[in-house]
């Protein structure tokens, strides 16, 4: 498949997704933070026609300018796009202080802290306008490192560019004609608060990553899959407990 087959392909999956639901969905809700995945991911939203509620959540750090920008592009080339921002700074806040004072205070906890309450934000909007919370990991962050946090940003109803490699994701975004400065945007989850980058805290970056996951021979494998290792426990189906009866 060419790239504008790959857009038409995913943009028919999420159409078929929502047909074949028994209560149909009537909005896509898209978390929006600036960077290419989410950017790609609410552009293919916008062109299923539904209405496409793009979210941009501040915590403590205003919104990125490539999300506004982002969001303003959305506006202009689509009629069915709705933009909200809503700020969770004073929400997050309350939060990491009642934790602090119950003596439950985690650096990292507080971090995926954010990830989470950015998904039970998306949740209430897509509760009321009968949505679906779509997902914006791609296929080396979400399945390759496991790059994501469990019941945050993990945590959606259909993750169309999940099979999408970065390298996929970018080629994408340029035949949509997302702007540059959020193609060029270097990757990072925003939720700590000295803005380290993605690729500060996995050691690789994602192109080292993609290549690793295709190349067995990469220089970068043996690193690729010492990330994977400690990540692993988020791409597995939970545990179960199961009772075998017959054994009575």
Known sequence: MNNREKIDFITKWINDYVSDMQIQAKTLIVGVSGGIDSALTSTICALTDLKTIAVRMPIITASPVTSINHCNWLLKKFNNVEICEIELTKTFEMFSNIAKKERFESELGFANSKSRLRMVTLYQIASSTNGLVVGTGNKVEDFGVGFFTKYGDGGVDISPIADLTKTQVKELAKELGIVDEVIDAEPTDGLWDDERSD?????????????????????????????????LHKMKSIPVCIINDDDD
Request: aromatic fraction near 10%; charged fraction near 50%.
């Open 199 to 231: 690729e500060d805290q996995l050691g690789l970056s994602y192109e080292k990553i993609e290549e690793a996951m295709i190349n067995k021979k990469s220089k970068y494998r043996d690193k690729y899959q010492e990330i994977r290792k400690k990540s």
